[in-house]
């Protein structure tokens, strides 16, 4: 049987520019399938369903944000929240 879950140490990794496409363009055109009312040809799952799997995605989608950001030693990563002590966000000058 096949384990469902697996350390984070076992996930090969493959999440390069082309996942993040290939992601992206997956919620690209379900949302094309929603904005023009043809959910029941786009996937077999009731919208409630939709609704709650995205939710999920979207809640780990932030937290694996605030993830990265937060263990970053790049300081290169914008997050778009002022940053305290930078001088580019001094508004008094």
């Known amino acids: 049987m096949m384990e469902l879950f697996q350390p984070y140490q076992q996930i090969q990794a ?17 949302h094309d399938a929603a904005s023009h009312g043809r959910l029941t ?22 937290e694996t944000i605030s993830e990265i950001q937060a263990n970053s030693l790049d300081a290169s990563i914008d997050t778009g929240l002022l940053r305290l002590g930078s001088e580019a966000n001094d508004v008094s000058a």
């Open 41 to 62: 040809c786009a996937s077999p799952l009731e919208p409630e369903d939709m609704v709650g799997w995205l939710q999920d995605i979207i809640y780990t989608a932030q």
């Open 14 to 30: 493959g999440y390069d520019a082309q996942w993040f496409e290939a992601l992206f363009e997956a919620v690209d055109r379900l």
